[in-house]
C-alpha cells in the first residue's frame, strides 16, 4: 500500500480546521500530521517536517498564508501548497501563484471535492477553483493597467506610511506591536508589489504617486519624520 498523503493544515479558526482534519484524516490514503493558526507557525512546522502538502488559509494572524506559502515554496520545492480560502479576491488569487501554491480552492467546496482536489494536487496537478479561473483568463484578455500602490493591503499600505516617515522595522513593529521579522515579511510583499529593489524606492514610489487611500499625497502630513 502506498503511503498516505502527510499534510499540514493551517487555519486560524480552530473549529473549521478540525472539521477538515478530520474530514481529511478519514481517508487511508491521507495522514494530518500537523496543525497551525498562524503563518508562522505553519511555516515552523513545514520546515520540521516537509509535509507532503501544505493547506494554508490566506488570511491568518502574523505574516499570513501567502508569505508562509512563499517560504515554504522556497525552503520546500517538494511540498505542494493549497490555499484554502473564502476569499475571491483576484489579486490574493495572482499573488498566491506567485508566490507558489499549487491550488486555490474556496471554502465552500464539499468534503468530498475537497479529498478529491487534495489527491489531484498531491500527484501533480494545479487547481483554481473554476469561477475564479474564468475571472483570471477574462481579465489577462482584457488587461488593465493597474497601479501597484493599489494592491497594497490596509496593512501592507500603513506599513509604507511608516517607512516614508523614516522609522526602522523594529520601530514599526512596536507602533504595530508585530515582531520585526513579521514586518520584514511584509516589506518582502510591499517591494514584490511595487516592483522595487528597497524600501527608499517603495517610499519614494509613493510619494510621488501618493499613499494607498490619501489622494492628497504620501506622508504629507504625517509629521516631521516623513520629511527624512
Given at each position: 500500500?502506498?503511503?498516505?498523503?502527510?499534510?499540514?493544515?493551517?487555519?486560524?479558526?480552530?473549529?473549521?480546521?478540525?472539521?477538515?482534519?478530520?474530514?481529511?484524516?478519514?481517508?487511508?490514503?491521507?495522514?494530518?500530521?500537523a496543525?497551525?493558526?498562524?503563518?508562522?507557525?505553519?511555516?515552523?512546522?513545514?520546515?520540521?517536517?516537509?509535509?507532503?502538502?501544505?493547506?494554508?488559509?490566506?488570511?491568518?494572524?502574523?505574516?499570513?498564508?501567502?508569505?508562509?506559502?512563499?517560504?515554504?515554496?522556497?525552503?520546500?520545492?517538494?511540498?505542494?501548497?493549497?490555499?484554502?480560502?473564502?476569499?475571491?479576491?483576484?489579486?490574493?488569487?495572482?499573488?498566491?501563484?506567485?508566490?507558489?501554491?499549487h491550488?486555490?480552492?474556496l471554502?465552500?467546496?464539499?468534503?468530498?471535492?475537497?479529498?478529491?482536489?487534495?489527491?489531484?494536487?498531491?500527484?501533480?496537478?494545479?487547481?483554481?477553483t473554476?469561477?475564479?479561473?474564468?475571472?483570471?483568463?477574462?481579465?489577462?484578455?482584457?488587461?488593465?493597467?493597474?497601479?501597484?500602490?493599489?494592491?497594497?493591503?490596509?496593512?501592507?499600505?500603513?506599513?509604507?506610511?511608516?517607512?516614508?516617515?523614516?522609522?526602522?522595522?523594529?520601530?514599526?513593529?512596536?507602533?504595530?506591536?508585530?515582531?520585526?521579522?513579521?514586518?520584514?515579511?511584509?516589506?518582502?510583499?510591499?517591494?514584490?508589489?511595487?516592483?522595487?529593489?528597497?524600501?527608499?524606492?517603495?517610499?519614494?514610489?509613493?510619494?510621488?504617486?501618493?499613499?494607498?487611500?490619501?489622494?492628497?499625497?504620501?506622508?504629507?502630513?504625517?509629521g516631521?519624520?516623513?520629511?527624512?
Open positions: 500500500m502506498a503511503r498516505p498523503i502527510r499534510i499540514l493544515l493551517a487555519d486560524d479558526h480552530p473549529l473549521f480546521r478540525e472539521g477538515v482534519a478530520s474530514s481529511l484524516g478519514s481517508e487511508p490514503d491521507f495522514d494530518v500530521v496543525q497551525a493558526g498562524s503563518g508562522e507557525e505553519a511555516l515552523d512546522l513545514a520546515r520540521s517536517l516537509a509535509p507532503d502538502l501544505a493547506m494554508l488559509d490566506v488570511t491568518m494572524p502574523g505574516i499570513g498564508g501567502i508569505a508562509a506559502a512563499a517560504e515554504i515554496a522556497a525552503t520546500l520545492p517538494e511540498t505542494r501548497i493549497v490555499m484554502l480560502t473564502v476569499s475571491e479576491d483576484e489579486d490574493k488569487l495572482l499573488a498566491a501563484l506567485r508566490a507558489g501554491a491550488g486555490y480552492v471554502k465552500g467546496v464539499s468534503s468530498s471535492e475537497l479529498r478529491a482536489i487534495t489527491r489531484s494536487i498531491a500527484a501533480g496537478d494545479v487547481f483554481v473554476p469561477k475564479l479561473a474564468a475571472e483570471l483568463l477574462l481579465e489577462f484578455s482584457h488587461p488593465r493597467t493597474r497601479d501597484p500602490l493599489a494592491e497594497l493591503t490596509p496593512r501592507e499600505a500603513g506599513i509604507l506610511e511608516l517607512v516614508g516617515q523614516g522609522f526602522t522595522n523594529r520601530e514599526i513593529g512596536e507602533r504595530l506591536h508585530l515582531a520585526e521579522k513579521t514586518v520584514k515579511h511584509y516589506m518582502t510583499e510591499i517591494l514584490q508589489k511595487l516592483h522595487v529593489r528597497n524600501r527608499t524606492e517603495a517610499a519614494l514610489l509613493a510619494t510621488q504617486r501618493g499613499s494607498p487611500g490619501r489622494p492628497e499625497g504620501a506622508f504629507a502630513a504625517l516631521p519624520r516623513a520629511k527624512r
